[in-house]
């Protein structure tokens, strides 16, 4: 019997395609290995005789089919294949039902608040806390004109993610466990925020604390605002989060200057 039918003969028990195919590469790569083996221990063996004593060690194939066959179990292969394909439906389902439901922000489980993110930046600090991966994704100093309502601000953007997203992290939890540390070394704690109205925009200015910008199923963004007195480009600002997982320490240089109309 030439390899061939020997493979062929060897894997025709098992039902599952994929299997099939899976195992039927396996088996021809041992033989290869085999093959190797003798031509190396038998540097003058003909390759051809070679092949046929690493098949002949192989064994049986009908024996090997019966062996297969009831290792690789049909209804096993399209249950792990329909696991695959449960999952994909879950997760497109879980994006659909995003358009439609409704959370405490008045917004669907995808989208983003009227506070605006000046400058993204990537690979910013990043620290791991309980379930969540929190990362920095954007930083600017805000330039706003001196009309004597507004002010200068440094904000920072804070990412909050986590596979787990039917445990959704709270928009009160980050602020109230969230303090902003200026340059200067001047400490911030968002859950006390001083939010003020700017008449003449008819829009409320945060000029010290933090707020929701965008959130998705799994993640969500909260931006924070705190006075930008004496910033230099290149400045840090530190965000501080505890909570009882632990606490982290993340910061992140302001070079973007963003001139606000």
Avoid at 89 to 95: R, Y
Avoid at 113 to 138: C, M, N, P
Avoid at 183 to 208: A, F, L, N
């Amino acid at each position: 019997m030439d390899r061939t039918s020997w493979l062929d003969t060897a894997v025709s028990g098992i039902r599952f395609g994929p299997d099939r195919k899976a195992v039927r590469a396996e088996l021809e790569g041992h033989i290869e290995d085999k093959t190797a083996d003798l031509q190396r221990i038998f540097p003058g063996i003909p390759e051809e005789e070679a092949r046929e004593r690493a098949l002949s060690g192989m064994g049986d194939p009908e024996e090997l089919k019966i062996s297969l066959a009831k290792v690789h179990r049909p209804w096993l292969g399209w249950l792990w294949t329909a696991s695959r394909w449960a999952l994909w439906v879950t997760l497109l389902a879980l994006n659909l039902a995003a358009l439609g439901t409704r959370t405490e922000y008045g917004n669907s489980l995808r989208g983003r608040s009227g506070t605006e993110v000046y400058h993204r930046i990537r690979d910013g600090e990043k620290a791991q806390l309980g379930q969540y991966t929190f990362r920095i994704t954007a930083a600017a100093y805000l330039d706003v004109p001196e009309d004597g309502v507004r002010e200068d601000t440094l904000q920072l953007v804070l990412r909050a993610s986590s596979p787990r997203f039917w445990e959704r992290l709270s928009w009160e939890a980050f602020y109230s466990s969230l303090t902003a540390v200026g340059p200067d070394g001047t400490r911030y704690p968002m859950d006390r925020q001083d939010i003020r109205m700017d008449e003449s925009r008819g829009v409320y200015q945060v000029y010290t604390g933090s707020a929701g910008c965008r959130w998705g199923i799994f993640w969500r963004e909260a931006a924070v605002y705190i006075p930008a007195e004496g910033w230099r480009p290149g400045d840090h600002v530190t965000l501080e989060l505890e909570s009882p997982a632990g606490r982290i320490s993340l910061s992140a240089p302001v070079e973007e200057r963003v001139e606000i109309p």
